[in-house]
């Protein structure tokens, strides 16, 4: 996935010290059913608002009469909005609850999205696209932990995944919608404002829905609201299970309010600090592989290699759905695989791709055979990208952080990685139309390289160790003797 | 009458522990061991022989260590000295990171006792 969230993986794990009863059948069951498909509203916007500048760019571009580094602002500005808001997200959900905190980025999405629509002028859309990102960001923060938190402890882990396939479905809509968009109204003037507006539709139904759902029990609890707890467990769950869950709710939100605890003066603590600028590393350098390159610019990479307009935008449904199908197979490998090994063939599989496709803007003559040979190589890049590196980034972030800390260390590599993935987006265009293609994707290959040689000397293998016993092997060996 | 101990987690803060031990046996009182580390401490790791109170870090409120020992020192009036371990450190470290120790021995309510580790080993940072 392009960007994703703080997965919780330690607390939101089956814990064995609570031997609960069936989650139960029937009604509670077909409610879950309806909180996690509004629930996800929020991941299927956070993808298409991603997605949808890739196929309204070009039309836009032209609207307002943009120089490639503005191109590039008008697309960024919605990630530097979003680093803000998956940063400021968590807090204000911890403070308000995930109910209203999610009712409030609907309605972001709401605002931004008419901004967008409206804009008069390229600044205002930049203005409009940050608030939008306010929204992206609050969502990737907020609703994974809205739906960890509603989800039996059996489930967790497949709601979690359910949101993460939302989110690159969101952009596999977009791509196709454009598409559709494009090559029947392509003739309709300023068309990229209908393609914007269409994100409407599911944020005004995430602010309906929503309406409706209930707030997250581990929140009450951790409010002390233990009796409208048991409420919405009881609508969730089988009432015997509900009444013996909320002794393990009430543990959880125990040791979520210990995750807040550590702080900048615990980076003085040498291993503590390499295991922040390792996973600082990681959101860097998930970034700088340049999948949102192709995420919001594989149409006008594939126009530049010699498509039509409405040729490439279609070629471009490609490049969403070796994502999707990428995706798919990396979280089904992630249970399989050392993360090590994971990581490693993935940014070889990148470097790998990179090359070919400056290779073949060079051998390969401008035209359509130019074009189809580099979206072959984009796909298969997209592919091993989201195959590997895109969700084992999530994952190792969420599992390498003592707990004590996790809160304030996810915070700093997310950021991190919301603001690399705005300077791809900002400099890509330029870089593009001042260097070529040729010597931005040697230069991307360059960077899969050095990812490679840093995690190869930097990484440690997490997979099948609990926390504890992680913690002190790391301590034992980088920690100040 | 109690020592108290702030325990961090680094040489210094293992050797302090150490010394409050022995200071708290010496006048035979009670230790109330401050965990300032990121892990809450397990049964080995406390000290046995004499009345040990642990309290570990948790929680938004304990984000800053200083803060945290502060308040446990404000809320237990019995205590009356406090140990901590101190080392130097290098000029860089002191450009980028505050001191917990320095800001601790400006702060504390109570006189405080600090240790360092030997000679030979002090100095290399």
Known sequence: MSTGYPRRQSTSAPNAKFDLPHMG?????HRLGVIATVATFGGLLFGYDTGVVNGALEPLSEDFGLSALSEGLVVASLMVGAAFGAVFGGRVADAWGRRKTILLLAGVFILGTLGCVLAPGAEFLIGARFVLGLAVGGASATVPVYLGEIAP????????TRNELMIVGGQLAAFIINAVIFNFFGHVDSIWRWMLLVALVPAVALLVGMVF?????????????NEEALTVLK????????????????HLAAEDAKEAT??????GTRWVLRLVIIGAGLGFFQQLTGINSVMYYGTQLLTSAGLDSGVAIIGNIANGVFSLAGISLGMYLLNKLPRRVMFLTGYALIAFFHTLIALAAVIVPPGPAQAWTVLVFLVLFVFSMQGTVGPLTWLMLSEIFPMKIRSFAMGICVFVLWIMNAIVAQFFPPLIEAMGM??????????????????ALMLPETKDKDLAQFEREFKA???RR | MSVAVAVTDSPEGRHAL???????????????????????????????????????????????????????????????RLVLGVRARSRVGKMILGSVAQRLILRSPVPVLTVHMDASVSGRG
């Not at chain 1, 402890?153 to 979690?160: A, C, L, T």
């Not at chain 1, 550590?262 to 980076?267: E, I, P, R, V, Y």
């Not at chain 2, 046996?25 to 892990?39: A, D, E, F, S």
């Open chain 1, 153 to 160: 402890s059996e489930k967790r882990g497949s709601f979690v």
């Open chain 2, 18 to 80: 150490e010394s409050a031990v022995a200071e708290a046996q010496n006048l035979n009182t009670g230790l109330l061991l401050i965990n300032l580390t990121l892990h809450d401490f397990t049964e080995e790791e406390i000290p046995s022989g004499l009345a040990v109170t642990v309290i570990n870090r948790s929680g938004r409120g304990d984000r800053d260590p200083v803060t945290a020992v502060i308040d446990e020192l404000n809320a237990h009036a019995e205590v009356d």
């Open chain 1, 25 to 29: 059948s029937g009604r509670p069951v």
């Open chain 1, 235 to 250: 609508q969730v769950r089988s009432p015997e299970r509900a009444e013996a869950e909320i002794e393990e709710v009430t």
């Open chain 1, 438 to 455: 040729t010597a931005t994707f040697g230069m991307f290959a360059g960077i899969a390289v050095l990812a490679f040689i840093f995690l």
């Open chain 1, 477 to 479: 060996e980088y920690g």
């Open chain 1, 213 to 225: 759902q209930p707030e997250s029990p581990r929140w009450l609890i951790s409010q002390g609201r």
């Open chain 1, 262 to 267: 550590g702080g900048l003066s615990d980076l």
